[in-house]
């Protein structure tokens, strides 16, 4: 279902629309560069967190101090500090180790608490995006072509929210 999915949404004339964007978020990194010299790397990190909020859910970040775009870093810092821990390659190779009680394998126990995180955080993305379609307030984004293959597809909010 995915891949169907992903494929309805990034057809080369859906992708055409989201020009605009990277057009306008490269000429505010080359101002904050010539500003700023020394913020290069912030300036980048803005650049591709703004340009994908916009191409993903309609919104943008302005800044290096935008909290959405905060909470988006820290998740991805956590989700990547516990794929280097190995837990889920354990778990891959010897499968019994998935059953194992939380308490005996703190990593899953933090897996868990990431994964809600997580889903937190992207169902909020998701639902302010369809409030964002519901008002016509909506930007061209993929949260406006998946909202409406959910309703075609009936696939859930979370579903809808992790793709």
């Known amino acids: 279902m995915a891949r169907k999915l992903f494929h309805n949404i990034l057809r080369i004339n859906v992708a055409e629309t989201y020009v605009p964007y990277q057009s306008l978020e490269s000429k505010q ?8 010299p020394n913020n290069f790397l912030d300036s980048l990190k803005r650049y591709s967190s703004s340009l994908t909020a916009q191409m993903t859910y309609g919104w943008r970040t302005p800044s290096n101090q935008d909290p ?10 956590e989700y990547m500090r516990l794929n280097r821990a190995g837990f889920a ?53 993929q949260a406006v072509d998946l909202a409406k293959l959910q309703y075609k597809e009936g696939f859930s909010d979370e579903e809808a929210a992790f793709l």
């Open 29 to 36: 990194m080359l101002y904050e560069i010539l500003e700023q």
């Open 68 to 77: 959405k775009m905060k909470l988006m870093f820290e998740s991805l810092d």
């Open 89 to 141: 390659a354990l778990a891959d190779f010897f499968p019994i180790l998935r059953i194992l009680p939380a308490f005996l394998m703190p990593t899953k126990a933090a897996a868990a608490k990431c994964y809600e995180d997580q889903k937190g955080l992207f169902l909020g993305h998701w639902n302010e995006a369809k409030s964002a379609i519901r008002d016509g307030t909506a930007n061209p984004c």
